[in-house]
């Protein structure tokens, strides 16, 4: 069943440089199935976090629409948000508050009361119940940022790049939590441009650049169907510069 | 009413603001600039030290001085004509005058010569009236006449009132408007900007209630600061408040609202920390000036009078004023009551229409 359906989604803004209106995000449509993990690729500045963005209400939507499970998020922003849980590529928290203050916060913000501990087991930081986020290292701070995301039992789990600037070790061990918190039933949809973290957690990819998605499939498939070089395994990482282009994108 | 999620976040940024141990230490900072200010302007003013060079050393110059001498604004200092210009100029003394030679003669009086600095113009004013009013009653003694004129002055309101009295309720408005403005609007724009708002937008949580609880929480802290100075205000400098504790409590917290909602907004319209404070000047400054914080604003022209009166700190200043020196109700719906109230919406629909959660997207 889809849980999430997006339908000629658009953004656009005035540049601030050249005072023209760009589209961000120019008419995408897919659909996410539950208890997958999908993931959004694309170059920098390709609309992935805007389309992001426009799922979790954050940003007006321009034209088309967005429904989680059932329930379309212009017209109902807050029930939106009531069934999803976020991860935002900064991840900065009051100061002054423990993880455990924090939990029982955001837990509040959804009219639940928040068991800390069990939530912190399920990120592997419980020791870490009474530190401050400032004290953690950046893996850690993710699996914190990813523990808030959860406080509401969503629905649809929705990651920003998770793994931006992690080391390899944080990095995968990152990549565990997700495919375990995916196992344990979770709807997961991300965004990367690192391709092997697609090929690794994704079942399904959309390859998004300037606005629009250019290919859509499972990575196996993009890989069979793109990937022109003489590699004896293909990869992702040749179907996205394919795709995309070598050229630099600033 | 209040939420219990609303309680709940007033409760966390109440933690928030008790742990952060330079912001209290400024709170109290603050407050205690204030009493000073409070204790300096509560002392009689200081009389005039005037310089008098008696070249005549005659009965009527002789009269002259001692009829000056009675005047309590005056400090007299006799002394040479050169040395007391010397120090007319240094500023030591206020004005020098000079009785001529030829003060003596009834018939052929020489002029007196008062000379002074005319940058202190006002002054000026009051001790030249001083020793004209000297003079004259030199004069009459001389042409032994009695006056015709008595003029007594008599306080309608029947009880002591200082400048001090005036000041307090407009100093503890000016308060309020400060901690306020800076305990919601650069705070504000510091989680904005820092992404902690754009965390929070992505929860199901709305406008009105993070804004209700930071003000609950914000308020809280401010009542605490302001009834510090206005205890001390009360017991050390003898301030007496006229009308009832709740009704000027009352004010204080409606006042509190207005400016924190104002912060907000202001919050909202800037987009870094540098950014908010020529915001925030320009917003409290000609508040400060134009409110009548220091002096009556009926002694402003009357042509920016409404204007004036319209200003969200002049509301409070006067209402504050009203109850304390005049013991009106909260209660009387005064025009500046009504003036308060109409801010606290005015002030409300603004924070909460035009709250930004995130930086806009370039």
């Known amino acids: 069943m889809d849980i999430l359906k997006v339908e000629d989604l658009q953004k656009s803004y005035v540049s601030p440089e050249t005072k023209e209106n760009f589209k961000a995000v120019d008419g995408i449509s897919f659909c996410l199935q539950e208890i997958q993990i999908y993931g959004i690729l694309g170059p920098n500045g390709a609309g992935k976090t805007t389309t992001l963005e426009m799922i979790e209400g954050l940003t007006d939507i321009d034209g088309g629409c967005a429904t989680v499970d059932g329930v379309d998020v212009s017209s109902d922003p807050y029930a939106v948000k009531q069934i999803i849980g976020v991860q935002l590529q900064s991840n900065e928290y009051f100061d002054s508050l423990s993880l455990e203050e924090l939990l029982k916060l955001f837990g509040k913000l959804y009219g639940n009361e928040t068991n800390a501990k069990a939530l912190l087991e399920k990120v592997d930081l419980v020791e870490k119940i009474h530190a401050k986020p400032e004290e953690l290292s950046g893996g850690q701070k993710q699996r914190f940022s990813i523990a808030c995301a959860l406080v509401n039992e969503p629905k649809v789990l929705f990651l920003d790049e998770p793994t931006t600037g992690l080391d390899p070790q944080a990095k995968h061990n990152l990549w565990d939590l997700i495919k375990e918190l995916n196992q344990s039933g979770m709807t997961?949809?991300?965004?990367?441009?690192?391709?092997?973290?697609?090929?690794?957690?994704?079942?399904?990819?959309?390859?998004?650049?300037?606005?629009?998605i250019i290919a859509e499939g499972k990575p196996d498939d993009l890989i069979e169907k793109y990937d022109t070089s003489e590699d004896e395994k293909g990869n992702l990482e040749n179907v996205f510069l394919y795709l995309t282009g070598k050229e630099l994108f600033d | 009413m209040l939420t219990s999620l609303q309680l709940h976040l007033a409760g966390v940024f109440l933690k928030i603001f008790?742990?952060?141990?330079?912001?209290?230490?400024?709170?109290?900072?603050?407050?205690?600039?204030?009493?000073?200010?409070?204790?300096f302007s509560g002392t009689s003013n200081d009389p005039f030290i005037i310089g008098v060079t008696d070249e005549s050393r005659s009965p009527f110059s002789q009269e002259?001085?001692?009829?000056?001498?009675?005047?309590?604004?005056?400090?007299?200092?006799?002394?040479?004509?050169?040395?007391?210009?010397?120090?007319?100029?240094?500023?030591?003394?206020?004005?020098?005058i000079l009785i001529p030679k030829n003060f003596k003669d009834i018939d052929n009086l020489g002029a007196l010569k008062f000379y002074v600095d005319a940058s202190q113009t006002r002054q000026v004013n009051i001790i030249q009236r001083a020793i004209e009013t000297s003079l004259l009653s030199v004069e009459r003694k001389i042409r032994?006449?009695?006056p015709l004129f008595n003029l007594q002055l008599e306080d309608v309101k029947a009880r002591p009132q200082r400048y001090i009295d005036f000041l307090l309720p407009g100093?503890?408005?000016?308060?309020?408007?400060?901690?306020?403005?800076?305990?919601?609007?650069?705070?504000?724009?510091?989680?904005?900007?820092?992404?902690?708002?754009?965390?929070?937008?992505?929860?199901?949580?709305?406008?009105?209630?993070?804004?209700?609880?930071?003000?609950?929480?914000?308020?809280?802290?401010?009542?605490?600061?302001?009834?510090?100075?206005?205890?001390?205000?009360?017991?050390?400098?003898?301030?007496?408040?006229?009308?009832?504790?709740?009704?000027?409590?009352?004010?204080?917290?409606?006042?509190?609202?207005?400016?924190?909602?104002i912060g907000f907004a202001l919050g909202s319209l800037a987009k870094t920390q540098e950014g908010i404070r020529p915001i925030v000047?320009?917003?409290?400054?000609?508040?400060?000036?134009?409110?009548?914080?220091?002096?009556?604003?009926?002694?402003?022209?009357?042509?920016?009078?409404?204007?004036?009166?319209?200003?969200?700190?002049?509301?409070?200043?006067?209402?504050?004023?009203?109850?304390?020196?005049?013991g009106v109700s909260f209660m009387a719906f005064s025009t500046s009551t009504i003036g308060v109230l109409i801010w606290v919406l005015i002030s409300f629909v603004i924070a909460t229409r035009f709250f930004v959660w995130k930086e806009v997207a370039k």
């Open chain 1, 188 to 212: 997961i949809m991300l965004t990367t441009h690192n391709m092997e973290e697609a090929e690794t957690l994704c079942h399904n990819v959309a390859i998004m650049n300037k606005g629009k």
């Open chain 2, 281 to 326: 000047g320009l917003v409290t400054f000609p508040q400060v000036i134009l409110s009548g914080v220091f002096f009556p604003i009926s002694s402003m022209p009357e042509i920016v009078q409404p204007i004036v009166y319209s200003l969200p700190l002049s509301s409070v200043v006067s209402s504050l004023r009203e109850i304390a020196n005049d």
């Open chain 2, 18 to 39: 008790l742990r952060n141990r330079q912001a209290i230490l400024f709170s109290l900072f603050f407050p205690l600039i204030f009493i000073g200010a409070f204790s």
């Open chain 2, 171 to 261: 100093l503890l408005a000016f308060m309020i408007m400060n901690l306020s403005i800076a305990g919601s609007g650069f705070n504000i724009v510091e989680y904005r900007r820092r992404g902690i708002l754009k965390r929070l937008f992505v929860t199901p949580i709305k406008p009105k209630d993070f804004i209700t609880s930071i003000v609950l929480a914000r308020m809280l802290i401010v009542l605490v600061q302001l009834s510090v100075v206005l205890s001390i205000a009360l017991f050390v400098l003898d301030i007496t408040i006229i009308g009832s504790y709740l009704s000027f409590y009352l004010t204080v917290i409606l006042g509190t609202f207005i400016f924190l909602c």
């Open chain 2, 144 to 146: 032994n006449i009695e």
């Open chain 2, 64 to 96: 002259f001085i001692t009829n000056l001498e009675q005047e309590e604004i005056f400090n007299l200092i006799e002394g040479d004509f050169e040395s007391l210009q010397s120090s007319l100029i240094e500023g030591d003394i206020r004005g020098l």
